[in-house]
């Protein structure tokens, strides 16, 4: 887990300043169904189908990062990265997902 400052547009696209921690998905299962609803506001789907799809987070790459509060206790985002193919140096960011209610 690793603490950061994040620079985030809000929906009315102003700039906000949070302090959050990032977080591995599979350290926190208790998550991952509001990380699959924050998703699926986005792009709906089955929530049985998105959490399953989500699940298969590892320490190595694919890996699923939630962007939670100081607290631990909310889910604000959601980010899943891939290896890319013939590229030990590189991700393809295949879903970013952050909650408007991010206040």
């Known amino acids: 887990m690793a603490a950061g400052i994040y620079f985030i547009l809000n929906h009315a696209l102003q700039l906000v300043v949070y302090k959050i921690l990032d977080l591995e998905l599979q350290f926190r299962p208790d998550l991952l169904e509001p990380a699959a609803h924050l998703l699926n506001e986005q792009w709906p789907r089955s929530l049985e189908a998105r959490k399953h799809s989500i699940a298969d987070s590892k320490t190595d790459l694919p890996v699923s990062l939630l962007p939670?509060?100081?607290?631990?206790?909310?889910?604000?985002?959601?980010?899943?990265i891939f290896k890319v193919a013939n590229r030990s140096n590189a991700g393809l960011i295949e879903s970013l997902a952050i909650s408007p209610d991010t206040t």
């Open 68 to 80: 939670i509060t100081k607290d631990k206790e909310r889910v604000i985002g959601f980010v899943r």
